[in-house]
Structures are given as C-alpha cells and as structure tokens.
T-cell receptor, first 115, second 113 residues
C-alpha cells in the first residue's frame, strides 16, 4: 500500500515568510510524528499526534512552530517568521496506533531552505 | 532525557567483509531500539529493531545485539554488498517520554567493491 507522503518535496522561502508543510500518513495510522533532520545529523523529534490531539509537543523549538491534525489523518506543520536556522529536512512518520515499541514509518521529507 | 551516541561516524569496508556500528544510550528505562537505513535524499527505512526483553535478533545478513547492563546496542552486517552503502541511524525509545525516538548522529557506511 501507499506509504507516508509529504508535500512539497522542496520549499525555498525568504527569511520572515510563513510556510506550511503537509504530511499524509499511512491510511489507518492513528499516530503521527514530525521530526527535523539537519545536515549530517539524525532526526530530532518535534511533535507527536495521537488522533487529532498533540500528545507530546515537547520538541517544538519555539512558538513559531505549530502543527495541526484536525481530522486525525493529514497533518500540517506551520512555521511562522522563518529564520535561516530553520533550514532542514522535515520528516513525518506514522505508526498504526501509537502503542509502545511500534514501528514508525517515515515519509520522504520536505527539504526547507530559508534564504 | 535520553541521549544516544553512535560510533563510528564513518566506516569503510571491503565488499564481503562485516560491518559493526555501535550505540550507547543514557536512560536505562529505554525499551525499544530500532535501526534505520537512509540512502542519499531518501527516507529513513527500518531495517531491524530490538526490544529490551531480548538480547539478540537476526534477519538474514543483519543482526542486532543489546546489552542492557552496559546500555549499548550494536548493528552487525555480514557479507556486505555495495548496496549496503548508506547512512545508518540507531535510535532509542523510552515509553514514559511518549513515543519519540531519540536518534544517534548516524554512521556513513561505504562498501568498496
């Protein structure tokens, strides 16, 4: 079946602009995660959704970052007043029910470049 | 919180040789340890995982070992092939901290033919 998909694959924006990144999880997966991967590093956790609610947003770096998942499927990561330091690959993952030790399946990521 | 360290950062092996990548974690309550393979510009893909109630798991040429006492786990790839060349990430999960995976910094594996 279809895996996790993310759009756009690449996004170039200017400092100070607003961006939205979209994630479509595997159909039926109730748990959804956002991670950020800087060059040469492992992914870093941002936020975890169980259904429509954010169960853990402890990884969001500041209040410029916000994510929603209004219908418990597609999620959007929103970044306000972008800064050059926000440039990274933003990865989305999903797992079937959010239970302990479940496999997290990753999407291809959105490569964000802030000029 | 959890901290995961991964070594080496780069590893070159000759085709057919074995490769070993090691990770240590800080929180003894972590209980799930996946390994992901990421090719250039592609998504991380799970290749094997291990849970804290077992010490070793094998899947064809890939094996993972876990030493809970020492808080380290290792990935072993035997009979390496050029297509094994990629970046490998270990991760740890502590269920009391939610479902977030904490990743190591990655190992660039190059298999020379």
């Amino acid at each position: 079946g279809a895996g996790v998909s993310q759009t756009p694959s690449n996004k170039v924006t200017e400092k100070g602009k607003y961006v939205e990144l979209r994630c479509d999880p595997i159909s039926g997966h109730t748990a959804l995660y956002w991670y950020r991967q800087s060059l040469g590093q492992g992914p870093e956790f941002l936020i975890y959704f169980q259904g429509t609610g954010a169960a853990d947003d402890s990884g969001l770096p500041n209040d410029r970052f916000f994510a929603v998942r209004p219908e418990g499927s597609v999620s959007t990561l929103k970044i306000q007043r972008t800064e050059r330091g926000d440039s990274a690959v933003y990865l989305c993952a999903s797992s079937s029910s959010g239970g302990s030790q479940e496999t997290q399946y990753f999407g291809p990521g959105t490569r964000l470049l802030v000029l | 919180g959890e901290n995961v360290e991964q070594h080496p950062s780069t590893l070159s092996v000759q085709e057919g040789d074995s490769a070993v990548i090691k990770c240590t974690y800080s929180d003894s309550a972590s209980n799930y340890f996946p390994w992901y393979k990421q090719e250039l510009g592609k998504r991380p893909q799970l290749i094997i995982d291990i849970r804290s109630n077992v010490g070793e798991k094998k899947d064809q040429r890939i094996a993972v070992t876990l030493n809970k006492t020492a808080k380290h786990f290792s990935l072993h790839i035997t009979e390496t092939q050029p297509e094994d060349s990629a970046v490998y990430f270990c991760a740890a999960l502590h269920m009391e901290y939610g479902n977030k995976l904490v990743f190591g910094a990655g190992t660039i594996l190059r298999v020379k033919s």
